[in-house]
């Protein structure tokens, strides 16, 4: 085995949250004397098993251990960089975690130095920038993402290269570029990831959309509660302008673009791009009606692209190696790949970047390991709050646009939450129209008063206040949300409870009619029961419930009062015997 060349440390927010700093001072302390270098790299998308610790040979060949610990690095130090042995027993475990990824916004995460422009310019960043300045026109860059197939990346799925060229025929001599880093989907963390781990990625792409346009100004709106992003995105910012590729004449052309950052306040509707440029301008985040778009009117009513960050991250790939190879993945009308945010009930829960036109069933048993426990797989809520719950029938369907919607759902930004056969569908679609119900800027009635309804209605069924002409409600609400709400996160918001409502309304219907959660999660239809031939009358449980509710009954077992009762689980939590049950 050839000598080990570098020992690369995950230190992302989530590779730090998990324990990283002191695995990486344990290293860097040990390795600083010797010819190993010790760096930070960003997230390489296995969060299920960070801390990670890369072990990268002089021929290139990596062993990834996780989760690793400061004495777990010991061994890593002694038996494999010094004793040129890898310790087989603590590599990461995942499984398929890559087999079918596809890593084009992600090449660089977890392999580089995010804080290093070296490093990024020895794997081909910033070509592209030279590419465009000293081979192309404006008008050729455009074509070239046009041909590409390049969408959104941020929900709406509107091709880039037409947003583009919108922009670029307006004749105003002031123009915007805006990077959308405002992710606030619960369980989402793909733009914070690409952000701490491959900052310059997302600068290059601002700067040819900048040079497509005919911009010369860029702002990096990313939300305040990503500290590492901001600082990173800033040393970034830096390092470009003094390599000169940001500022005046940029590589000697004459072409000039300065790019600053705007910290968001953590609004969710800011990610809508008018909320969004309201709250650059210093105003409250509201939405407007468009037309006009951006595009014609738009920063301080100036023409203004407004991209998101994974779209962004796309485009030096793809001036680099050609619109053909970035066409060559996905499906007809959604192509390249799409990064997601798997979390929830699933083994390999991370960051992952698949080819559309993958199955949702690939994506979730394959990529993501499958479910924990050996519990069966129930749904998945992707898209983010204002997405769609699809049951673990559809897991045939490719993860590709038209075919998301087809069924309900849509694309979003990229979070996709797994749930198991534990997972109970009504409070589920509660919880996503309680966030999006509270997150409304309020500006339009059917947003902010029939979103509220809609939630009033959920939380009397699962509270066991359901009457049965609530669900015929609930879907004539929803519908009117969706048709007459202002902005697009309001025309989506109700989409978790009209898709819960078309394929699983048999659990509503228990709810409703019988009073019973199937799942029995909603605490309020729940009784506990003490089943007389398992008690073996310890009393642990009477003595752990918190009300008095659990007394002595006719014979040796204890038996649960349920008017007393409290449904708190704490008596089956301490019983020893599984002699309580839940109904």
């Known amino acids: 085995m050839s000598r080990v060349a570098e020992v690369q440390v995950g230190m992302a927010s989530c590779?730090?949250?998990?324990?990283?700093?002191?695995?990486?001072?344990?290293?860097?302390?040990n390795l600083a004397e010797e010819?190993?270098?010790?760096?930070?790299?960003?997230?390489?998308?296995?969060?299920?098993?960070?801390?990670?610790?890369?072990?990268?040979?002089?021929?290139?060949?990596?062993?990834?251990?996780?989760?690793?610990?400061?004495?777990?690095?010991?061994?890593?130090?002694?038996?494999?960089?010094?004793?040129?042995?890898?310790?087989?027993?603590?590599?990461?475990?995942?499984?398929?975690?890559?087999?079918?990824?596809?890593?084009?916004?992600?090449?660089?995460?977890?392999?580089?130095?995010?804080?290093?422009?070296?490093?990024?310019?020895?794997?081909?960043?910033?070509?592209?920038l030279q590419k465009v300045?000293?081979?192309?026109?404006?008008?050729?860059?455009?074509?070239?993402?046009?041909?590409?197939?390049?969408?959104?990346?941020?929900?709406?799925?509107?091709?880039?290269?037409?947003?583009?060229?919108?922009?670029?025929?307006?004749?105003?001599?002031?123009?915007?570029?805006?990077c959308n880093g405002d992710e606030g989907d619960p369980g989402a963390f793909m733009d914070r990831s690409v952000l701490e781990g491959d900052p310059h990625r997302v600068i290059e792409g601002m700067i040819i959309a900048g040079y497509a346009i005919g911009a010369r100004e860029g702002i990096v709106y990313v939300r305040?509660?990503?500290?590492?992003?901001?600082?990173?995105v800033r040393q970034a910012i830096a390092a470009a302008e003094a390599r000169g590729f940001l500022g005046n004449n940029i590589l000697g052309s004459s072409f000039s673009f300065r790019i600053t950052v705007k910290e968001g306040a953590g609004a969710f509707v800011c990610g809508e791009e008018t909320a969004l440029i309201a709250s650059v301008e210093g105003k409250r985040g509201m939405p407007r009606r468009r037309p006009p778009y951006p595009a014609q009117h738009g920063l301080w009513g100036h023409p203004t692209v407004i991209n998101n960050v994974e779209t962004l991250a796309n485009v030096p790939w793809i001036i680099r190696h050609g619109w053909e190879a970035f066409a060559r993945y996905g499906t007809e009308k959604s192509k390249g790949t799409k990064v997601f945010a798997l979390a929830g009930k699933?083994?390999?829960?991370g960051l992952v970047e698949i080819p559309m036109g993958l199955?949702?069933?690939?994506?979730?048993?394959?990529?993501?390991?499958?479910?924990?426990?050996?519990?069966?797989?129930?749904a998945v809520q992707i898209g983010g709050p204002s997405g769609g719950c699809l049951p673990a029938s559809l897991a045939h369907v490719p993860v590709d646009y038209e075919s998301l919607k087809e069924h309900g759902a849509i694309m979003g930004s990229g979070g996709l939450i797994v749930m198991d056969e534990d997972t109970c569908m009504v409070e589920v679609a509660r919880f996503f129209l309680d966030f999006t119900q509270k997150e409304s800027c309020g500006k339009c009635t059917?947003?902010?008063?029939?979103?509220?309804?809609?939630?009033?209605?959920?939380?009397?069924?699962?509270?066991?206040?359901?009457?049965?002409?609530?669900?015929?409600?609930?879907?004539?609400?929803?519908?009117?949300v969706k048709t007459y709400s202002l902005c697009g996160l309001g025309q989506t918001a109700p989409n978790p409870v009209l898709t819960t409502l078309?394929?699983?309304?048999?659990?509503?219907?228990?709810?409703?009619?019988?009073?019973?959660?199937?799942?029995?999660?909603?605490r309020a239809l729940l009784t506990y029961h003490i089943e007389p031939e398992l008690c073996r009358g310890c009393k642990l449980c009477t003595k752990a419930c918190p009300v008095g509710a659990i007394e002595q009954g006719p014979g040796k077992f204890q038996v649960i009062r349920e008017e007393k009762c409290i449904r708190c689980g704490r008596c089956r939590e301490v019983c020893p015997f599984g002699a309580i049950s839940v109904r």
């Open 346 to 349: 699933v083994r390999h829960s």
């Open 224 to 232: 305040a509660e990503y500290p590492l992003a901001v600082r990173r």
């Open 502 to 522: 078309r394929y699983f309304r048999d659990e509503y219907e228990a709810h409703v009619r019988e009073k019973r959660c199937p799942a029995r999660v909603c």
């Open 35 to 128: 010819k190993v270098r010790v760096k930070p790299v960003g997230c390489l998308g296995m969060c299920f098993s960070e801390p990670l610790v890369a072990v990268v040979t002089e021929d290139g060949e990596r062993f990834v251990y996780g989760p690793v610990d400061v004495k777990k690095a010991e061994r890593i130090l002694t038996e494999h960089v010094r004793g040129g042995t890898p310790v087989e027993d603590l590599l990461a475990k995942g499984d398929g975690f890559f087999t079918k990824q596809v890593r084009i916004v992600l090449e660089n995460c977890g392999m580089i130095d995010p804080t290093s422009i070296d490093e990024y310019i020895s794997r081909g960043g910033y070509e592209a």
């Open 133 to 178: 300045l000293r081979e192309m026109t404006p008008a050729e860059v455009i074509e070239e993402i046009t041909k590409s197939g390049l969408r959104g990346r941020g929900g709406a799925g509107f091709p880039t290269g037409t947003k583009w060229s919108f922009a670029a025929k307006e004749k105003d001599p002031i123009k915007f570029v805006v």
């Open 359 to 378: 199955t949702l069933g690939e994506l979730v048993l394959e990529v993501g390991g499958g479910i924990p426990k050996e519990k069966a797989f129930k």
């Open 446 to 480: 059917f947003c902010r008063v029939g979103t509220k309804r809609m939630l009033e209605i959920l939380s009397g069924i699962v509270e066991g206040k359901g009457r049965p002409e609530d669900l015929d409600v609930l879907m004539d609400l929803g519908q009117k």
């Open 15 to 29: 590779g730090i949250a998990a324990g990283a700093e002191p695995v990486f001072q344990f290293l860097a302390q």
